[in-house]
Structures are given as C-alpha cells and as structure tokens.
C-alpha cells in the first residue's frame, strides 16, 4: 500500500529573510498580561514560534503512526508561503500526498487580552473536495479536546476559503487555526505541551483511519 506523503507547513512568523527582524509581534500580539497573571512565560509572543511547535510535534507524532512526512518551512525564516507551496506541488508528483498547515489565532482586538474569540477551527478550499471531507471528519476530534480543556467553541469548525494554501496546492490541503493566542485562556493552552500532544494526536489517529 501506497504511504500518504504529508507536507507540513508552520505558519508564518520568525525572522525576515536577512535574519535581522522578528516579523512578529505586532500590536495584538505581544504577551498578554491579566488578573496579575502574565501569559507566553511572560515574553513576547511570537506566532511562527507556537506553530512551529504544533507542526515539528505533529511531524514527529505522525512519523511514528506511519506516515512520511516533509517540512516546507524554514526552521528560522519567514520565507514566502507561495515558494512552500511551489515545493510541496513539485515534490508531490505522481505522490499520495495532502498538505496541512499550523497556525494560531487573533481576533485583533484593541483590549489585549481579548476575552470573545476563542477555540479552534480549519480552513479548506472546498467543503466538497477531498480536504474538506478530511477537516470535517477530523475537527470534531480536535474540538473535543478543546472541550475537554475549558476552551469554548468557535461557531464553525471548518470554512470554506480560497485562501493561498487550500486553493494553490495540488493535494487536499487543510490549514488548522488552533486556538487565539491574544485569548487568556486559549493562550494558556498554546504553551502547554500536554494540550499539543493531545491536540496532535487526535489530527493524527483521524488521518490514520482516514488515509493509511
């Protein structure tokens, strides 16, 4: 049998491409501070930092379920999303592949920390296709962990987007917000490397059932 060959993206944030400046935090997404309770470890927070966490725990957490999976990111750099996706469609010729991406969430709001948003959700290029039928059937696995945490619920787990990496890959693909970094309670869970674990392992057990 044919192994699924997954391409791992961790969203954007980390060095520019001289390696001189964070592009990340901007106002919305410094470290939060609330009820005398300071979040992140009291430092800044940096998104691409939080995603490459999921997305190297994920890749190691499917690796041992059997999978092959392969970075498109740059373990410091921001690099441009387009060149990733341009990777994983070259290298997934002729491949049983799908293309998931790691990210965390902000509502931008001017009170930090914001107290509405809050939860998980993933995004796809189309309900119909093969990604959306994934997301669909692996987002309610991811919410109930969310559940089991204390975070409340987002009023849709999967959307349909045309966004550059549901609507540019050639495989399904399926880019995950999991959880809002400028949410006290959500920011709570993004460092905790139970939560991670737990949250992983239910994307990872799906895709098991669903792809090998």
């Known amino acids: 049998m044919k192994k699924t060959l997954i391409f791992v993206n961790a969203g954007h944030g980390g060095m520019d491409d001289k390696g001189q400046t964070l592009t990340n935090p901007i106002d919305g997404k410094k470290t939060l501070h609330a009820n ?10 940096y998104e691409g930092s939080s995603n490459r966490d999921f997305a190297l725990e994920f890749i ?14 740059d373990a410091q750099l921001d690099t441009n999303r387009l060149d ?14 799908i293309y998931l991406s790691f990210h965390s969430n902000a509502a931008g709001s001017t009170v930090n920390p914001q107290t509405a948003a809050e939860g998980c959700c993933a995004f796809v290029g189309s309900l119909s296709g093969t990604g959306g039928k994934l997301a669909a059937e692996i987002m ?3 919410q ?4 089991k945490w204390g975070s409340r619920r987002r009023a849709q787990l999967v959307h349909d987007k045309s966004l550059d990496e549901t609507a540019r890959t050639f495989m399904p693909s399926i880019l995950f917000e999991l959880g809002f970094f400028d949410n006290a309670n959500n920011a ?6 139970y939560f991670r674990k737990e949250v992983i392992a239910a994307i990872v057990a799906k895709l098991k059932t669903l792809c090998q």
């Open 36 to 45: 005398g309770k300071f979040y992140h470890n009291g430092s800044w927070f």
């Open 144 to 147: 109930a962990v969310f559940d």
């Open 60 to 73: 190691a957490a499917a690796s041992l379920a059997g999978f092959i999976c392969m970075p498109v990111f």
């Open 140 to 142: 309610p696995d991811v």
């Open 84 to 97: 990733r996706i341009n990777l994983a469609n070259t290298l997934a010729k002729g491949k049983k592949s």
């Open 188 to 193: 709570d869970l993004l460092i905790n490397p």
